[in-house]
C-alpha cells in the first residue's frame, strides 16, 4: 500500500515534471526570443547557452525516466521499469557528453562524437522499447556523426596541404 507521503511526493514530481516540459515545449529557452533580440550583438556567444539547454533535457530526461520507473514501480509493470530505467541511462550519457564536450572545445570531431553516441543510445531505447522511430532516428544521428568525422578527414587533409 502506497503511503499518503509518497503519493503526494509522486504528485508533485508529476506536476513538476509537467510544468517543465511545458516550459521546453513552447521553446522559451530559444534565441528568438524578444529578450534575447534585445542583447546587443557582440553578446551572442550561444554556446553556453546551448549547453545549460542540452543539460535540461537531460535533467528533464532522468526526472521523466524517475517518474516512469515509479510508475512501473507502482503498477508492477516490469517494462515501464525497464523504459524509465532507460531514460535514465540515456540521461546520464547525456551528461557525460555534455561535460566531455566542456572540457575540449567544440570542434567538429567532438560533436560528431557526442552525435553518435546520442544516435547509439536512441537507438538501443528504441530497441528496448520496440519503438522503430527511435530506432530510425538513432541510426540517422550515427550516420550524421559518420558524416561530420569524414568533413573534419576532409579538412584534416586540406590543412596539411596548405602547411
Known sequence: MISPQQFRRFLITILLTAMFMLTLGFD?????????????????????????????????????????EAAGNLSGNPQEQLMGKAKQAESQARNIVENVK???KSSGRTQAFGKNIEGHLQEVRGNITGNPSDQIAGRAKQVESKARNMVENVKDSVKKTVE
Do not use: H, V, Y
Request: aromatic residues 6%; without cysteine; charged residues 20%.
Open 102 to 104: 566542456d572540457q575540449i
Open 28 to 68: 522559451f529557452g530559444k534565441t528568438n526570443t524578444w529578450a534575447w533580440a534585445a542583447m546587443p550583438d557582440s553578446s551572442l556567444n550561444n554556446q553556453p547557452l546551448l549547453a545549460n539547454i542540452n543539460r535540461s533535457k537531460a535533467a528533464a530526461k532522468n526526472l521523466e525516466g524517475k517518474i516512469q
